[in-house]
């Protein structure tokens, strides 16, 4: 009996071996020895099958070859055929104009040098295919972006050329500038103290090099946030060439400017003269210390801010009073000896200021009443007004009627107001403020810890914010969306009654004059503080008992109530709004009880 095996379905041809029987099963379970003849003729059965297999394993072997072989060129022919189709590519019949702008989301932000290592996007996309290298190389805009932290530069010396690259290939594009001096993990000072994150006090050689590089492209700078130790605005005559005392010159185009050094310094340290002097196109400046002998382009600046507290209200007065396109400033004022009389006659007008941040800083003995500025100043298009105080400070009296006063004068339409309660004697004054304020929708109440501070925040206060058609007087606010209410209490201060809190935001779910417009939503409510006192955990127990009634009151809102334990989350939604709380520790004793509720 033969056995044919067909090898090819075209030809037809055939492997053909002979098939013995296979012997019986109980031949090999029994203890039968086969005799010499059968002996024989099984030995030459065993040559016939060898024979067989090794035919089986030529045949196996022809066409295993002929499968890889078909296999080879069939791939030869997958990529032979992928490599046409993206001629076809989508890719490929994009404009180069919009590739390019696809490039600039990838590389943004673009050079970036910091703990997390060496990222440069822009690079990248260059070294992927001569079409794309073609198209990043001639679009300057995606080599525009550095952000360097120095503190690096002497750990990967390589940081140099891929600045000049950079530098080179941006072209005639405006340039944006991060640069720092950090330490870098693993660095230690004298004594072996970690100092990771901490501003560098000198940087080496090469990082001087990278800030020469910078400052020869200086006429294209657009944007510039500096972050260096201050020697080396003091020492910079002693490692760069003249063009940082011919910074940018006639040309420059920065429009927006950081400088930060982490300390004061003497006026008479000018080396960073250049960086402002030369900036006729200069209207964002942000700044560490302000000084009236820096030659600030004073007439053009529209948003300022001063980082370090200004203790001469001398040049306060003369920032003020030179700078009359301002927009928005933000500053802080400390105390210190000051003898200026106060206020200033007649007051400086500031035509186009929206928006003022003013925080008066704790500082010496010394007493400078930094509040008399509200009495100095008119703003008619003031719509951001921003108040804060340290916990400490005790403002002097007749601070409400100077603030009063301002805003009266001014005739101004404030709609986003920050108060402290330490500016106010009494209740009265914070409502006879906002009653002056009609259009505000954003209000932050800033709550203390100085002892008259509860005779301001009490429930005459919440009944004259809330809307009842039985209140004692009209409603202020009526244009109020968002509430943020922060408190900073000591044991020996009276916490605000929670309840009255809760009903004022109840009585502004549902206001009765909403469908003409006269009243808003409250859309936003946030309760933030900490309570540095072991009344704290009494007073969240019966924040939670409000809650839960402010909860049972207003089901039909879609409110929600999870309470863990003695930390409470509340979940408020209504019309889109979402009322959140973070879990409050309600901890005696020196803990601050953490308390945030969101609207």
């Not at 250049?274 to 002998?293: G, V």
């Not at 105080?389 to 603030?403: I, M, P, Q, T």
């Not at 101004?412 to 004054?429: K, M, R, T």
Request: proline share 6%; aromatic share 10%.
């Amino acid at each position: 009996m033969f056995l044919k095996t067909i090898l090819c379905d075209r030809c037809h041809a055939e492997l053909v071996v002979e098939q013995e029987p296979l012997p019986s099963d109980d031949l090999f379970h029994s203890a039968y020895v086969p005799s010499d003849p059968e002996t024989s003729r099984i030995q030459s059965l065993l040559q016939c099958v060898e024979s067989d297999l090794n035919c089986y394993d030529a045949e196996i072997g022809r066409l295993s070859q002929t499968l890889e072989t078909l296999k080879r060129r069939r791939n030869e022919l997958q990529e032979y055929r992928d490599c046409y189709r993206t001629v076809f590519a989508p890719v490929r019949r994009l404009p180069v104009e919009l590739l390019a702008y696809i490039f600039s989301f990838y590389c943004n932000p673009g050079l970036l040098v910091n703990d997390d290592g060496v990222e440069a996007p822009a690079l990248v996309l260059s070294q992927t295919c001569s079409f794309w290298r073609a198209v990043a190389v001639a679009t300057p805009e995606l080599w525009s972006s550095l952000s360097l932290n120095l503190g690096h530069v002497k750990h990967r010396p390589r940081i140099e050329q891929l600045v000049d690259c950079y530098l080179e290939r941006s072209d005639y594009a405006p340039l944006t500038l991060d640069v720092s001096a950090f330490h870098v993990k693993g660095d230690a000072d004298f004594y072996g103290q970690d100092v990771h994150g901490q501003l560098i006090h000198d940087l080496p050689l090469n990082a001087w090099s990278v800030i020469q590089s910078l400052l020869d492209k200086s006429h294209r700078w657009l944007t510039a946030s500096f972050n260096l130790p201050a020697h080396v605005f003091c020492r910079a005559e002693e490692y760069l060439a003249d063009t940082w005392l011919s910074f940018g010159g006639s040309q420059s185009i920065l429009h927006s400017l950081t400088l930060d050094w982490k300390k004061d310094f003497s006026p008479g340290f000018n080396y960073l003269y250049p960086l402002l002097q030369h900036a006729p196109e200069l209207r964002d400046l942000q700044i560490r210390k302000f000084d009236k002998s820096y030659p600030l382009p004073c007439q053009w600046v529209r948003r300022l801010q001063i980082f370090s507290p200004v203790s001469q209200s001398s040049d306060l007065f003369s920032l003020l009073h030179h700078c009359p396109s301002l927009r928005e400033i933000s500053f802080s004022t400390e105390r210190t000896k000051d003898n200026i009389d106060f206020p200033v006659s007649p007051p400086i007008i500031l035509p186009e200021l929206h928006s003022l941040t003013y925080a008066f800083m704790t500082g010496h003995h010394y007493y400078f009443d930094g509040s008399k500025l509200l009495s100095s100043i008119t703003l008619p298009c003031l719509t951001t007004l921003l108040l804060t105080s340290g916990d400490d400070w005790a403002l002097g009296e007749g601070v409400f009627e100077e603030l009063r006063d301002m805003i009266q004068r001014s005739v101004c339409h404030i709609q986003v107001l920050g108060l402290p309660c330490s500016l106010f004697a009494s209740d009265q004054e914070l409502i006879e403020t906002l009653s002056l304020t009609p259009a505000v929708s954003d209000f932050r109440l800033q709550i203390g810890s100085q002892y008259r501070e509860h005779r301001v925040v009490s429930r005459n206060l919440f009944q004259r914010l809330s809307f009842h058609q039985t209140s004692i007087g009209p409603c202020i606010l009526p244009q109020l969306k968002r509430f943020h209410l922060t408190m900073n209490a000591s044991p020996t201060r009276r916490l605000p009654n929670f309840e009255d809190i809760s009903t004022m935001i109840h009585s502004r779910l549902s206001p009765p004059g909403f469908s003409d417009g006269k009243l808003e939503k409250l859309a936003w409510f946030k309760l933030s503080g900490q309570l540095y006192c072991t009344e704290g955990r009494e007073w969240i127990q019966s924040l939670h008992a409000a809650v839960g009634k402010l909860v049972c009151g207003l089901g039909r809102h879609g409110v929600r109530l999870d309470l863990d334990g003695v930390h409470a989350t509340l979940l408020l939604t209504t019309d889109g709004g979402r009322m959140a709380g973070r879990r409050g520790s309600v901890d005696g004793g020196t803990t601050p009880n953490q308390l945030d509720v969101s609207a």
